[in-house]
Every structure is written in C-alpha cells, then in structure tokens.
C-alpha cells in the first residue's frame, strides 16, 4: 500500500520554522519603508535576539481525501468512512521565549470517524518538558522529556519549540533559505497590508511546483498520481518593527485532499506567565 509522503507535511514546516525561527531572532524597530523583498526577509530573520514572548494562533482549513487518510493510518487501525475535514481546526496560545516555555490550546471540530464530538487539547511546555491531553484521551496531561521527544521526529518539529536555541535556529533557517534558494523559490513584493490592525509588508512566494512534485513521488515510491495540483505561500511582516506577522500556505491536490494554513503572530513582549501543570493533573 502507498503511504502519505512526509513531503505533504515537510512542504508546511519548513515554512513554519521560518516563522519561528524569525520570531525567536527578533526584528527590533523600523523607520525606514523597506521595498526590496529580500531585504525584508533578512530584516526578518536576522535581527537581534531580543524577543521575549509573542502570541501565536495557526487555523487550518481543507479536506484529506478519504484515499489518501487510509494509506496514512494503515499501522493506527483509525476507521476512515470518509473524507477528513479540517475547517475550523485551530492551535493557539502564548510562547515564553525568555524563560523557554509555552501554552497552546488546540481546537478541533466534531469528526464522523471520531463520534461527531469536537476535539479539544492542552499543550504545554515548560522545565524542559511537554505536558499534552487530548479531550477523547484522557483528563489528564501525559508528560514527555524533550530530549527523548527530539530524537523521535523530524528535526523542524523540536526546533519550533521556544527550547532551541537562536543559533541553532539561524543554522536550520540558513540552510532551508539555500535549499529554497537552489530551488528557484522568490519573493514577490505584493504591497502592505493591514494584520491584526498593523501595517505589515505581503510577500508572495513562488512555489516550483515540479520539483515539489519530484520530492512527493520519490516519497511514495515513485507514484506519481501523488501530486500537488496548486500551492501558494504568502507572508507579512510588521513594517513598524520587521517582526513576523502572518504567514499562509495553500495547497490542492487531486489525490491528496486540500490545505489551507494560517499562521498570525501577535503581542510580542507581553508579560506571560507559564508553569507546569499541578502534580495530580499529570499522568503517572
């Protein structure tokens, strides 16, 4: 049986390390109007170190093909009657990158598969630890190392994390701008926009579909009925300080289904506080 290429998710993470990775940088305060695109994207990225916190809310939108869910969860035994819908899935919650945490609530409406009830979950990062429930689980957190989480899933997931540090960041950023630039990816200045009420500069960036395409086949052992038919990428990035403001990634495809990520960042600096959960809410 062909399996979901990990490309379909790799394609959306690598953007999302881009925006926390530029988060975790910094852009500091601006004056001038900048025109040139690249230039904005390096303003974005290679501020100085001095964000403290931010607010972050990721909505998603889209259909996973009934095909193409079933080739995914073939070793989870998930029932799939159906195809998947993802409107009105949402993650959001505050990231402490001072002190190295994070509290995210997640949102998920009701699903056939899943008993038609909604989905609601907990995430929480903090002491060097990710406390996690989910609603049709358990009432309580279940409680992961980082360390141990790190080593057990693709290297842009752990590095999204307020834990990594802004070097390690600048590293994994630096070679996915190579790798995006030796694909033949470019930035299009669209013009300014309003997010959440703030100017921001809108880019566009070209998505080479072809060799997207190539990197999904060679994931599905050569099928090449696996395909994006469209995607797009569009980011903003406050003009008053270069600090991220916005990122969304669209995606369509015959085979697979269709996606729509947003990604809004505000409330930078803002006084959070984030502790681990009480003891008795935890998991043995």
Request: proline letters at 4%; one cysteine or more.
């Amino acid at each position: 049986m062909t399996r979901m290429p990990k490309m379909a998710l790799a394609f959306v993470a690598g953007f999302v390390l881009v925006a926390a990775g530029a988060c975790t940088g910094g852009g500091g305060s601006s004056d001038a109007k900048l025109s040139d695109p690249n230039s904005i994207i390096s303003a974005a990225i290679n501020g100085g170190a001095d964000i403290k916190s931010f607010h972050i809310k990721i909505a998603v939108n889209g259909t996973i093909n009934a095909a193409a869910l079933k080739s995914a969860t073939a070793d989870v035994g998930i029932p799939v009657t159906g195809d998947l819908k993802l409107d009105g899935t949402t993650l959001e919650g505050d990231v402490d990158v001072t002190n190295q945490a994070a509290h995210l609530a997640l949102s998920v409406p009701a699903l056939a598969m899943l008993g038609n009830v909604p989905i609601t979950g907990d995430l929480i990062v903090a002491d060097k630890a990710l406390y996690y429930k989910v609603s049709l689980l358990s009432a309580k957190y279940s409680k992961q190392d980082l360390g141990s989480l790190s080593s057990s899933i693709p290297m842009a997931i752990p590095s999204v994390l307020p834990t990594a540090g802004a070097s390690g960041l600048t590293d994994e950023i630096t070679q996915l701008k190579k790798q995006m630039d030796d694909a033949g990816v470019k930035a299009t200045l669209v013009g300014v926009d309003k997010v959440s009420g703030q100017d921001a500069y809108h880019l566009n960036v070209s998505v080479p579909l072809d060799k997207v395409n190539a990197e999904i086949a060679a994931e599905a052992s050569g099928d090449t009925s696996m395909k994006l038919d469209s995607a797009s990428v569009d980011f903003w990035v406050y003009t008053s300080n270069n600090r991220p403001a916005q990122f969304e990634i669209k995606g369509a495809s015959s085979s697979l289904g269709s996606l729509d990520l947003v990604v809004t960042i505000t409330d930078y600096d803002k006084a959070v506080t984030i502790s681990a959960p009480a003891a008795g809410d935890v998991n043995p």
